[in-house]
């Protein structure tokens, strides 16, 4: 199947700093990239969707200011969280898919941000 | 999207086979059954899918009856690194590109 990386696979940052986080697709294009988030015990919840070249479209009550999402290439969709929180640290998780079953999507093994 | 209910945790052993059933009562013609599988601080990873009968691969087997309102994820034989989150999801494969939708999912735990 598919393989989407993530980078880092964890980081820790001081509360007010601004975090990176990549994600490729290594061995397909990815026209489109959704970013989820989870916190512990809970499910993944979608934060915004990343198109190749265009805007990233955001879930109701995520703010786009804050989680800046770049899909510059095919390959690669970055999020940035800026002006990191201690209520933004959660599990982040990227996925992607190849077509044509929209339904079988490969995910990234995701980053675990805590902002201290 | 249809509506998915699951159990919330399941308690195993290993060597047993465990069976997983989701209900999704206002499933839609069009609709497929998707499992994914998600282990601790890991992404997702998708399991199998069905519309009707039965499908197995080397993974799972996955039971879906004539009124295709739930239907039964079976990991036969289960040991320790089958601890895991499972989730069910239903919707229509004509959807195109879009974010899956996950519910809350079941935590199955397997003991020695």
């Known amino acids: 199947g598919a393989v989407v990386s993530q980078h880092p696979s964890w980081v820790i940052c001081k509360s007010g700093t601004s975090v990176k986080i990549e994600c490729r697709s290594l061995?397909?294009?990815?026209?489109?990239m959704f970013w989820y988030r989870q916190f512990p015990k809970q499910s993944l919840m979608l934060m915004a969707t990343?198109?190749?070249?265009?805007?990233?479209?955001?879930e109701q009550g995520v703010e786009k200011d804050k989680f800046l999402i770049n899909h510059a290439s095919l390959t690669l969709s970055t999020l940035t969280v800026t002006s990191a929180h201690p209520e933004d640290s959660s599990f982040y998780i990227c996925?992607?898919?190849?077509?044509?079953?929209?339904?079988?999507?490969?995910f990234g093994p995701g980053t675990r941000l805590t902002v201290t | 999207l249809a509506k998915t209910t699951q159990p919330i945790s399941m308690d195993s052993y290993e060597g047993q086979e465990v069976n997983i059933t989701c209900s999704h009562n206002?499933?839609?013609?069009?609709?497929?059954i998707t499992w994914y599988q998600q282990f601790p601080s890991q992404g997702p990873r998708f399991i199998i899918q069905?519309?009707?009968t039965k499908v197995t691969n080397e993974v799972a087997s996955l039971f879906i009856p004539a009124d295709r309102k739930s239907s039964t994820l079976s990991l036969p034989r289960v040991s320790l690194s089958d601890t895991a989150v499972y989730y069910c999801?239903?919707?229509?494969?004509?959807?195109?590109?879009?974010?899956?939708?996950f519910g809350s999912g079941t935590r199955l735990q397997v003991q020695p």
């Open positions: 999801l239903v919707g229509d494969m004509a959807t195109g590109r879009r974010a899956l939708t």
């Open positions: 996925s992607s898919w190849t077509g044509p079953n929209p339904y079988e999507q490969y």
């Open positions: 069905g519309y009707k």
């Open positions: 206002n499933i839609a013609t069009n609709d497929y």
């Open positions: 990343s198109n190749e070249g265009s805007k990233a479209t955001y």
């Open positions: 061995d397909f294009q990815a026209t489109t």
